[in-house]
């Protein structure tokens, strides 16, 4: 399945066989104190750069309206973010996974990001459009 938005995923998370837990890592885009003119200048294209994990959270489905409701909630904690990583939990037996259930899937999801390994999750920009990383 392809996911052209935000929106998008969370209605497909609503038409899964078992119910979903959505998690977040919020992320910011940066270049590290002794990065070159050359790692500069295609950081300021669009590209290269670091990506440093802010804030996680984890949510039901049902919590988040929309993409929006989502930005204003990221909001309240004040930290001005550039890229959410969103990966998803499936429940078993039509029972959702529980938020302590989601803690060690989102710190590991947290480290990975750290460590750059992030195909395994969808990556959305400010505006909830999906990022392709190259």
């Not at 670091?50 to 990221?74: G, H, N, R, Y």
């Not at 395994?120 to 400010?126: R, T, V």
């Amino acid at each position: 399945m392809t996911i052209s938005s935000f929106d998008e995923l969370l209605q497909a998370s609503h038409q899964q066989n078992e119910p979903q837990r959505l998690l977040f890592v919020f992320a910011t885009a940066g270049l590290p104190d002794d990065a070159t003119p050359a790692q500069r200048a295609h950081f300021t294209a669009g590209q290269g750069g670091t990506l440093a994990p802010l804030m996680c959270v984890d949510k039901a489905p049902d919590e988040i309206v929309s993409f929006a409701t989502l930005v204003e909630q990221a909001r309240a904690f004040g930290q001005p973010w550039d890229i959410v990583f969103v990966a998803a939990m499936s429940g078993r037996a039509g029972i959702s996974p529980t938020a302590a259930q989601a803690e060690a899937p989102l710190q590991r999801m947290v480290e990975s990001i750290k460590a750059g390994d992030i195909g395994g999750f969808i990556p959305f920009d400010a505006q909830g459009q999906p990022i392709q990383f190259n």
